[in-house]
């Protein structure tokens, strides 16, 4: 890593997290920066954004797995600050996972194979969403199924319970059955977002797009033509890491899933890819671990942003980007966030006001 620039930074065994993402990141060498000048708290200019009929009070929302169920960050984070929170990908039954070590370091970014465990929407509805409702921020619960039928049956419960939208996991690469099976195939996809979105007319869908396709502008107007009402982009890209004394894989399930900062110039090129194909809103993920990484993705056409493997480097990295982006504005006497989006310079489309 020498003289290569990574904004990773130390990690914070003070925080509860996944053991094995904590002994990843305890072994973090990698020097940090500091944002000069982000670090104003500004609440008072309007980042406010829409994701069709859901209003964020801010475009900064944690990403699914990284962020637990929400409490295990309320000690860092007042979660009443987030435009949104995304849980842990939810399943009809619980799910343990896959064998470890499911998780390893690799330069700028880790490697997981968590393989979707999670509490079950059970559990999930009786122990976590009533704490989530504790607190003056959007709720969207990524949920993941093997059949239409499974992912219809989650989509309808959480939406009768009142979530704030629904997340498609349509991209996980870590397991060998489910929701990739459609995020892959366009007519599989089609089929389930129309089924999905026929049942939860009301509540905002959100489709996660698999940045293992061919041509992220199709799957991006796939999405749109069956009735989501907003994509969001990247998962976590499939890679593998080998232990060279040892010669074996670093992770017990060989490939595993890259995120953070080494993947956010593939992330943003797709969200700009994918802004230009639709005309439902973006949201960006990938790498994003201060404000001028937001900043970018908006910039790209991102109307909102997910944060992920950033809080596990700092917790409060989701609160340290909304107080920087409202600073940049200030800054730069912008009156508003959407004044921002889709604003970059030098392509031929230009800047997107509608979005
Ligand atoms: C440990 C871990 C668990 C994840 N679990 C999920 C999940 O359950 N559902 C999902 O859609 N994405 C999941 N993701 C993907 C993230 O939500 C995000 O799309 C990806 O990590 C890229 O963003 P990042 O570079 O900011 O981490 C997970 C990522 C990590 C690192």
Redesign the pocket.
């Known amino acids: 890593m020498k003289g290569l620039y990574c904004p990773l930074a130390h990690s914070r065994p003070d925080i509860h997290r996944?053991s094995e993402?904590n002994s990843v990141f305890d072994s973090i060498q990698i020097r940090s920066r500091t944002i000069q000048s982000l670090t104003t708290t500004d609440y008072s200019m309007d980042l406010s954004v829409n994701i069709g009929k859901l209003k964020l009070k801010n475009p900064v929302m944690t990403?699914?797995?990284?962020f637990g169920y929400g409490e295990e960050y309320a000690d860092f984070v007042d979660l009443n600050l987030l435009g949104g929170i995304?849980v842990?990908?939810i399943s009809l039954k619980p799910m343990e996972g896959n064998p470890a070590p499911r998780?390893c370091e690799t330069p700028c970014?880790?490697l997981?194979a968590?393989g979707?465990q999670?509490v079950g929407l059970k559990t999930f509805l009786r122990d976590k969403l009533p704490y989530l409702r504790n607190f003056d921020t959007k709720i969207v619960v990524?949920i993941?199924g093997n059949s239409v039928q499974e992912y219809v049956r989650l989509a309808k419960t959480l939406v009768d319970t009142g979530v704030d939208g629904i997340?498609l996991?349509v991209?996980?690469p870590n397991v060998k059955k489910g929701g990739m099976t459609f995020g892959i195939d366009p007519r599989s996809l089609a089929k389930l977002i129309t089924a999905v979105k026929r049942t939860v007319s009301s509540t905002v869908l959100i489709t996660?797009l698999s940045p293992n396709v061919s041509s992220i502008p199709d799957f991006s107007r796939v999405a749109e033509d069956a009735g989501s009402d907003a994509i969001?982009l990247?998962?976590?890209i499939p890679a593998l890491s080998i232990d060279t004394e040892t010669w074996k894989p670093r992770l017990a399930n060989v490939t595993g899933?890259l995120?953070?900062?080494a993947?956010?110039p593939i992330?943003l090129r797709m969200v700009w890819e994918a802004s230009q194909a639709v005309s439902i809103p973006v949201i960006g993920?990938?790498?994003?671990?201060n404000a001028l990484d937001a900043l970018e993705f908006l910039l790209a056409g991102a109307s909102a942003v997910?944060?992920?493997?950033?809080n596990?480097l700092n917790p409060k990295a989701t609160i340290e980007i909304i107080s920087g982006l409202a600073a940049y504005l200030r800054r730069k006497n912008i009156q508003t966030i959407g004044d921002i989006i889709g604003g970059m310079k030098g392509t031929k489309s230009g800047h997107n006001p509608d979005h």
């Not at 993920?285 to 671990?289: P, S």
């Open positions: 996944d993402v990403a699914s797995g990284t995304v842990k990908g998780i970014g880790m997981n968590i979707l999670n990524n993941l997340e996991n991209s996980c996660k969001s990247i998962n976590t899933g995120s953070g900062p993947i956010k992330a993920i990938g790498g994003i671990t997910q944060v992920g493997t950033g596990f």
